[in-house]
């Protein structure tokens, strides 16, 4: 079982940055392949980005690649996606994610574990 909570959404311009956190519960962190998915008003989840267990594989959707980054801190159990020149279509809720399997999967249902979400408003 592993708890996740996310952070760092906010409001910001068309063009500029934010970094979000997810903090993973329990001993068993590199268990766990983690990812983002986010969701828009009116529109199903999709997928966001992924990094297996160990961190040597990520994965992004067409839509995010080369603007956003994502990494895992074993030490502190924790994921990050780093968010660069954000633009409108990108305002969503984000979701952290974790699943045992190996972490390529674009299916949210693939994923056994989900944070509350945190919304990311990015203003045009």
């Known amino acids: 079982q592993v708890q996740l909570v996310e952070s760092g959404g906010g409001l910001v311009q068309t063009g500029g940055s934010l970094r979000l956190s997810c903090a993973a519960s329990?001993?068993?962190?590199?268990?766990?392949?983690m990812g983002w998915f986010r969701q828009a008003p009116g529109k199903e989840r999709e997928f966001v980005a992924t990094i297996t267990r160990i961190g040597i594989r990520t994965y992004y959707s067409d839509s995010v690649q080369g603007r956003f980054t994502i990494s895992r801190d074993h030490a502190k159990n924790m994921v990050y996606l780093q968010m660069n020149n954000l633009k409108p279509e990108d305002t969503a809720v984000y979701y952290c994610?974790?699943?045992?399997?190996?972490?390529?999967?674009?299916?949210?249902?693939?994923?056994?574990?989900w944070g509350q979400g945190t919304q990311v408003t990015v203003s045009s």
């Open positions: 994610v974790a699943d045992s399997g190996y972490g390529s999967s674009r299916y949210p249902g693939e994923y056994d574990y």
């Open positions: 329990g001993r068993t962190f590199s268990s766990y392949a």
